[in-house]
């Protein structure tokens, strides 16, 4: 039935698609025969055109001859011009004729013809008129015109009436021919249109009938397809599945069935296994042992169904094979309980924490390093663990970063300080981790007590100033003795001996020179290296490298010579340590070229970089050693170190110093072709810090030194330095001076006769009066307590540390330093984070004093005093939204209020933004990002300020 409809609904749709064809064809040659007839038809009035300008054209020849003729004739009076008057008049006669029945149809050109008639007639007439003047003449030439000079008139209305005529045609041709290609074309569009009307209709309609079709043999086909896939699965599912009937014998089952049993479908068809009287109740999973034939077994979970057909009574059991699952669970304990013992046997104390704080495991090693078992810190707060203040500031410290995700510490090593269970505080490595659990986010902290570390570092300390003073001084002394035997000071020495004495001053140099290699790879490595950063004249740089090596050179007949031009420039840096840098680069140069050749000095200046380039023309680098060229106790052959002397130690300390300038240090060289060692080092440029201080009125110093003769030596040079100073020689002493006055700034020995320097700085830093003095260290145990991590940066404000005997010079700069520093813009944070406010304090702390506004109210004290340059803005404070304090900056600064940045985790409105010079989101910024904008901001209206 379901064909038959479909082939009548075929058939229909057939008919209807030669209905249309035939509709089609029959347009198409109507069109055809009606596109026919327009050809001809315009065809004709071409024709037509054509011919009645191809008269016209003739009339025109023929009236122009018949006058041509004329005026021969009366000019030679030759009868042949009368022959050929003759056959123009006929032609005169003929045409005008012929063209009135080529215009008929049309009554503008039909009048103009009888015109043209009346015209050509009257220019005949004066052709007669002509001919019997020139008989009555007697036959003789007529050479005056005809006294009317009508004729001409008359001609050129007839050459005009022709063009006229002429044009008219022309226009109607164009006409008719646009005419007869619209009709032709709106005639193809209809029959078009009509034919896509028709096909149209006959593919919806097989359209039609082709879904149907579709439609009908898709549900067949699922149906089908439906009863494949349930096949399928029953065959291929790793669930073991067998059909039961009523009388409990298995019917059918699959190949995981069967499997799971051991047996094949012949084996099992017909008859219960006696598996099926361990099952449980129908939907209850049991697990059970499956015994099979062969011997082995299989750990099954098995459920049993309700009835699935009830017209047979069929039942289903299925089996699941869970022997890995229990294997892999038991894999699984037992890699937990590796892993526990892991983290028990580790030396390091691992401690996890959730995002509220709570400690969620605390291994053996914490337990040891801490004193605590993990029964008494699991579900607790981490902060016990920790000392004040960081114990107060952990919430806190981590809701924010899991509102912001920024944090300095997440990922690095730090060094902190812990709280153990007796309340002693230990030193501390620390190194925290973020991960998922199970969709839970956690911080693992992996812990090191460094306290024997601190302690070998204290031994290592005291090793290396061991070092430094047990072998530099005899050192010293034998170089000294022997300079002096070889200039012969305890009289002349034989030739012999003024030779070993020589190797003996050349080995006690190499030694001197080994042991301060050593000395400063130590202090580089440990971040204890001094630098005594300034502004460093390049030229001056290169002319001391230069002269202080013009010796050495001289020894190896090597010359020294400075390429291009000393172009004025300075690099921020220790001049010291740069020196160190040239002068190695040099004597590395001079030992390893050729006797009578020359190292080059190339200074060059490009981008806000300053290059300088020392090139030798010696054996040049191999190769295999490039790579290792700035490793320690790195050299090309072994030999080198007895033929050139040297400890490989040159090169590696070059490129720590380059690089604690900020620099790039890097080599070229071509084996056989000498090589050219290079630095980089960024161009000094003008800062705000750089501003001096207004001159005038005495500048009080305060010098805190219990030695008299040290004490008088800082009173002579500050007050040729132009200072007042004050002394004092204990700490009680200078604390008292501290709570009567105010001191510009203030010398301090570390080691005083009723108290520690250290701590004696760290009240002063406590008390809001002088917590911003310039502080300059002066005393003999530099380099132990300059090590002090607590003491590195700005966290006690010391502008410089310098040993005794105090050089001048060097005070001078540090209290030029200090004065500098004090000039330094005042940026406002209105902030109540701590941690924000540190961190951006750190980051400007070259460019800017900041000062902190937790609150609105301290924010509006703070701007009352008019000596702010920039505000630094958060939107949500404890008091209020600080978007309030915009008007306030306005109204008590008025023009000359400061430029304000938004530095907040809140965004605002945009309508807002005019009145802010930078906005930045803290989830979206960094600290350097808005430390830049602060920099520029201020640059800006540093300019601003010396231009007006």
């Known amino acids: ?7 009548t609904q075929e058939r229909a749709a057939i008919g209807l698609a030669g ?30 055109t054509y011919e009645v300008i191809d008269k016209l054209a003739a009339l025109r020849i023929a009236i122009t001859d018949a006058e041509t003729s004329v005026r021969g004739y009366d000019l030679t009076g030759d009868d042949r011009f009368l022959s050929a008057l003759a056959k123009a008049n006929a032609e005169l006669d003929r045409l005008p004729a012929e063209l009135d029945a080529e215009v008929a149809d049309n009554p503008v050109q039909h009048e103009r013809v009888h015109r043209l008639v009346e015209l050509i007639a009257e220019r005949r007439d004066g052709f007669t008129q002509g001919i019997a003047r020139f008989q009555a003449n007697g036959a003789k030439p007529i050479t005056t015109p005809s006294p009317s000079g009508k004729g001409v008139t008359v001609m050129a209305e007839i050459r005009g009436l022709i063009d006229t005529m002429r044009r008219t045609e022309l226009d109607l041709l164009a006409e008719r021919s646009a005419a007869t290609d619209s009709a032709r074309r709106q005639g193809l569009w209809i029959f078009l249109g009509a034919g896509l009307v028709m096909l149209l209709v006959i593919a919806a309609a097989l359209l039609l009938v082709r879904r149907e079709t579709i439609r009908r043999a898709a549900a067949e086909e699922e149906g089908h397809a439906r009863e494949r896939l349930l096949q399928m699965i029953f065959d291929t599912v790793r669930v073991g599945i067998g059909l039961v009937g009523p009388d ?9 069935f069967m499997t799971l049993m051991g047996e094949s479908e012949a084996e099992l068809v017909g008859r219960r296994p006696a598996l099926f009287d361990e099952f449980a109740a129908p939907g209850v999973a049991k697990r059970l042992i499956v015994q099979r034939p062969d011997g082995t077994t299989r750990t099954v979970l098995a459920v049993a169904s309700g009835v699935v057909d009830e017209t047979n009574g069929v039942r289903l059991k299925s089996i ?8 892999a669970q038991q894999e699984l304990a037992a890699s937990h309980q590796r892993l526990a013992a892991v983290n028990d046997s580790v030396l390091d104390a691992i401690v996890t924490v959730n995002p509220s704080g709570s400690i969620e495991s605390f291994n053996r090693a914490a337990e040891t390093i801490f004193g605590y078992p993990a029964d008494e810190v699991l579900r607790r707060n981490v902060r016990m663990l920790m000392p004040e203040p960081f114990a107060s500031a952990h919430d806190g410290y981590i809701e924010r970063y899991l509102e912001t995700g920024f944090s300095s510490i997440m990922g690095v090593v730090r060094e902190v300080e812990g709280l153990r269970s007796d309340g002693t505080i230990f030193p501390m490595e620390i190194a925290l981790t973020e991960t998922v659990l199970r969709g839970q986010r956690l911080f693992v902290a992996a812990i090191r007590d460094i306290t024997e570390k601190r302690a070998l570092e204290r031994v290592k300390n005291e090793f290396v100033s061991t070092v430094s003073h047990e072998l530099r001084t005899p050192l010293t002394s034998i170089s000294g003795a022997l300079a002096l035997m070889a200039k012969g000071t305890a009289g002349a020495l034989p030739d012999k001996a003024q030779s070993l004495v020589a190797i ?3 080995n006690c140099d190499r030694l001197v020179r080994l042991i301060n290699d050593i000395l400063d790879l130590e202090r580089i490595e440990a971040g204890k290296l001094v630098f005594e950063f300034a502004g460093v004249s390049v030229p001056r740089l290169i002319e001391r490298a230069v002269a202080e090596n013009l010796d050495y050179a001289a020894k190896f007949q090597v010359t020294l010579q400075v390429v291009g031009d000393l172009f004025e420039a300075e690099v921020w840096g220790d001049e010291h340590r740069l020196l160190q840098v040239l002068t190695n680069l040099i004597s590395n140069a001079v030992k390893f070229s050729p006797a009578g050749s020359t190292v080059e000095i190339v200074p060059q200046r490009s981008s806000g970089m300053v290059h300088l380039a020392v090139v030798d023309h010696g054996r040049g680098i191999p190769d295999a050693f490039k790579p290792r060229i700035f490793q320690k106790f790195a050299q090309a052959d072994a030999s080198d170190s007895r033929q050139k002397g040297g400890t490989g130690l040159g090169l590696s300390i070059v490129k720590s110093i380059i690089e604690r300038h900020g620099g790039r240090i890097g080599f070229e060289s071509e084996w056989g072709a000498g090589s050219t060692f290079f630095v980089d080092l960024p161009e000094k440029r003008g800062r705000l810090t750089d501003l001096a201080l207004p001159e005038g009125g005495d500048k009080r110093v305060l010098i805190c030194e219990d030695d008299d003769g040290v004490a008088q030596i800082l009173r002579v040079q500050l007050a040729e330095a132009g200072y007042a100073p004050i002394r004092a020689a204990t700490a009680d002493e200078t604390m008292r001076l501290l709570d009567a006055g105010r001191f510009d700034a203030m010398t301090l020995d570390l080691r005083l006769p009723d108290g520690d320097g250290i701590a004696m700085l760290r009240r002063i830093r406590a008390d809001e009066r002088h917590a911003n003095m310039p502080v300059i260290v002066i005393s003999a145990c530099l380099d132990e307590r300059a090590a002090d991590h607590a003491l590195v940066g700005n966290v006690l404000g010391v502008v410089d540390w310098i040993g005794k005997p105090v050089e001048s010079d060097r005070l001078r700069h540090a209290l030029d330093l200090a004065r500098r520093r004090a000039g330094k813009p005042r940026v406002l944070h209105v902030e109540d984070d701590p941690d924000i406010v540190k961190l951006v304090e750190y980051a400007l702390r070259d460019q800017a004093d900041v000062v902190a506004a937790p609150s609105l109210f301290e924010a ?15 939107v949500g404070l404890v008091d209020g939204s ?4 915009l008007d306030d900056v306005k109204a008590i600064n008025g023009d000359r209020s400061p430029p304000t940045v938004l530095f907040s985790a809140q965004e605002v409105d945009p309508a807002r933004h005019d009145e802010l010079v930078a906005v930045l989101v803290k989830s979206q910024s960094t ?21 007006s």
Do not use: F, K, Y
């Open 504 to 506: 003996a001053r050349s």
């Open 1 to 7: 039935m379901l064909l038959g409809i479909i082939r």
């Open 860 to 874: 509006r004290r703070r701007l009352e005093g008019g000596d702010i340059d920039l505000v630094i803005l958060d």
């Open 882 to 885: 600080g978007l309030a304090l």
């Open 927 to 947: 600290i350097d990002q808005l430390a830049s904008v602060i920099r520029e901001q201020l640059e800006m209206r540093a300019n601003g300020a010396a231009e």
């Open 19 to 48: 209905l249309a064809l035939v509709v089609i064809m029959s347009g198409s040659l109507a069109l055809a025969l009606r596109a026919q007839n327009a050809v001809a038809e315009r065809e004709a009035w071409v024709r037509h």
């Open 248 to 256: 409990g014998n298995l019917r059918r089952m699959n190949a995981a």
């Open 320 to 327: 699941t094979d869970i022997t890995a699952l229990e294997q």
